[in-house]
């Protein structure tokens, strides 16, 4: 149960970083898997391309599919209204952590 809510808890977190990522340079989704585990965040392939079709389809993010070594291979990039999200993400984000920090 603890970790569902957890789970739930820290998804608008990794939408965020996301974003965060989207904006500095086109990634692919493994990139962003190990990306996550990084930062201790185990997501498999199941959780993470829904969220990313999800992102995508409410105008936050967008897809381009490049051949690489003969295979496709979804890219994704931040919209404007991405940016905007991001930048308002931000700074609500930093406003709440300010709060909560112990």
């Known amino acids: ?3 569902q809510i957890l789970r739930k808890l820290f998804l608008g977190f990794i939408q965020i ?3 965060h ?3 500095k340079e086109p990634f692919y989704g493994v990139w962003m898997m190990e990306e996550l585990k990084e930062h201790g965040y185990d997501m498999s392939p199941g ?3 829904p969220l990313l079709h999800s992102m995508e389809s409410k105008g936050l993010l967008r897809k381009e599919e490049r051949t690489i ?6 890219y994704y990039s931040i919209t404007e209204l991405g940016d905007e ?3 308002e993400a931000r700074g609500k984000a ?6 909560i920090k112990e």
């Open 94 to 99: 930093y406003e709440l952590f300010k709060e």
């Open 47 to 49: 959780t993470l391309y």
């Open 1 to 3: 149960m603890q970790n």
């Open 17 to 19: 970083h996301i974003l």
């Open 69 to 74: 070594s003969g295979k496709i291979r979804k």
């Open 21 to 23: 990522h989207a904006k």
């Open 85 to 87: 999200v991001l930048q």
